[in-house]
């Protein structure tokens, strides 16, 4: 019976399974390294109010695309996925740096 056929009928192959764990488990590693490079760009963010530089910083953001389209590019990935993954990050590690930032202006 086709792997289809047998999912519609609700039975799932093992191997299925053990590989959705295995995607499961990286999901979660991810989520918590991410979880530490938002803790570490927190701080981040409190130095720079500290020292009134800028929430953002174009030069090293346009290393950081070209690193990891790289690394994307030596792992078998996309780079095009790569770059869109870090504007995303960037983008909400800016917004964390301006609040951070404007909380510091205000006086908390």
């Known amino acids: 019976m086709a792997e289809n056929d047998n999912m519609t009928q609700g039975v799932i192959p093992d191997e299925l399974l053990d590989l959705r764990a295995s995607i499961d488990n990286l999901d979660a590693a991810i989520i918590q390294m ?7 760009t927190r701080k981040v963010g409190h130095l720079k109010a500290e020292t009134t530089l800028p929430p953002s910083d174009p ?26 993954f870090l504007a995303f990050v960037i983008a909400e590690v800016i917004r964390h740096h301006e609040a951070i930032a404007e909380s510091r202006a205000a006086g908390s």
Not at 34 to 40: N, Q, V
Not at 70 to 81: D, H, I, M, N, S
């Open 34 to 40: 991410l979880a530490e490079r938002f803790k570490l």
């Open 59 to 84: 030069a090293r953001e346009a290393r950081q695309v070209e690193r990891m389209r790289r690394l994307a590019t030596e792992a078998g990935l996309e780079p095009e996925f790569a770059e869109k």
